[in-house]
Nanobody, 123 residues
Framework: QVQLVESGGGLVQAGGSLRLSCAAS????????MGWFRQAPGKEREFVAAISRPGGSTTYADSMKGRFTVARDNARNTVFLQMDSLSPEDTAIYYC????????????????WGQGTQVTVSS
């Protein structure tokens, strides 16, 4: 089994930054992908970014390119999401997720999920 724990959410003003962390524990054997998703009230969960292991290749949703950066710390089995130039439209619960194999963007392709962390961007 795999456990994922997110942290780093909070309240930030528009234009500000936040860094989310996701620590993975349990039986994690590469290759696998760790992704970030978000869900705003009344909306479906959507892909944000993901990173592969090994290799470290990254994939971003178009609307996040240039503002969000996904990275990993293999020694700590942790993935980060650096979010810059935040806007109120980024307000959502952010989830990390893990799947065995390559990076894909489909929500349904990920087997393990964290509990989520709230990000609120005020105008």
């Amino acid at each position: 089994q795999v456990q994922l724990v997110e942290s780093g959410g909070g309240l930030v003003q528009a234009g500000g930054s936040l860094r989310l962390s996701c620590a993975a524990s349990g039986r994690t054997f590469s290759p696998y992908a760790m992704g970030w998703f978000r869900q705003a009230p009344g909306k479906e969960r959507e892909f944000v970014a993901a990173i592969s292991r090994p290799g470290g290749s990254t994939t971003y949703a178009d609307s996040m390119k240039g503002r969000f950066t996904v990275a990993r710390d293999n020694a700590r089995n942790t993935v980060f999401l650096q979010m810059d130039s935040l806007s109120p439209e980024d307000t959502a619960i952010y989830y990390c997720a893990l799947r065995w194999g390559a990076v894909v963007t489909a929500v349904s392709a990920y087997s393990y999920w964290g509990q989520g962390t709230q990000v609120t961007v005020s105008s």
